[in-house]
């Protein structure tokens, strides 16, 4: 949990379960209240691609994708064909940016997980699935639902991934300073272009990765209706 920066659980709440406060800001003029059904044992975020609804959490020095990364997705797609390609989780502007989506939702039903970034007015670097279909039954248990990651090692090395099963790789140095920004889930970095999902948790981690063995617990794990961090000594 030392890397652990948010936690977002979405059980009927934006609230930022990982000891930053970094809560979803929904007063603000520029999204709307969020919409919560049932799935993945429990209550669910859900954006239909549709309505203007997006989750927007206020800058802060903790949303650092400067070094190292590991950012986790618990989603499901519904099924539902002809929808456009949609942003799940994004931050910064024109020249530094992170950006994880899932593409085009064709007429087979099928759609991929995608992440595109950019540092210091660089090159776009863009990984797109085409493993693994994140369109299935929408059904209220976890079995329904797809882990997305997007982790960047000590190396500069990007890897998307979909329920462990890696969907490309990229190189990408320097630091991508989205400081100033807002993050969005459920949008792009400008707050705009929604996706068709359903998103039971975001785990998001800065300084660090987890280890392929720390993945697999969480990966493997009933979903918690709640989570606690807590520091210090631990007696009786």
Not at 51 to 59: H, T, W
Not at 175 to 190: F, K, V
Not at 197 to 221: C, H, P, Q
Request: hydrophobic share 30%.
């Amino acid at each position: 949990t030392k890397y652990l920066v948010g936690f977002w659980n979405f059980m009927n709440t934006t609230r930022d379960e990982g000891g930053y406060d970094l809560d979803g800001n929904e007063s603000s003029s520029l999204i709307t209240d969020a919409t919560y059904v049932e799935g993945c044992d429990g209550k669910v975020i859900s954006f239909d691609g549709n309505e203007s609804k997006a989750v927007r959490i206020d800058d802060d020095t903790h949303i650092n994708f400067a070094g190292q990364f590991d950012i986790i997705i618990w989603c499901n797609i519904p099924f539902l064909s002809n929808k456009n390609a949609g942003y799940l989780f994004s931050k910064g502007d024109a020249n530094d940016f992170i950006k994880i989506s899932h593409t085009a939702i064709t007429s087979g039903n099928v759609s991929y997980a995608k992440v595109e970034l950019k540092s210091n007015g660089g090159s776009t670097t863009t990984i797109t699935g085409s493993n693994v279909n994140l369109v299935t039954t929408s059904t209220n248990d976890s079995s329904a639902y797809h882990f997305i990651r997007v982790k960047r090692d000590e190396n500069g090395l990007v890897t998307l991934s979909v329920d462990g099963t890696s969907e490309g790789t990229a190189t990408l140095t320097g630091n991508i300073d989205t400081s100033g920004n807002h993050l969005y889930i459920g949008a792009d970095e400008s707050g705009a272009n929604f996706p068709h999902v359903r998103i039971a948790n975001i785990r998001f981690y800065s300084g660090s990765y987890l280890k392929d063995d720390e993945y697999t617990i969480v990966k493997e794990s009933r979903r918690m209706p709640n989570i606690m961090k807590f520091g210090g000594e631990v007696w009786k």
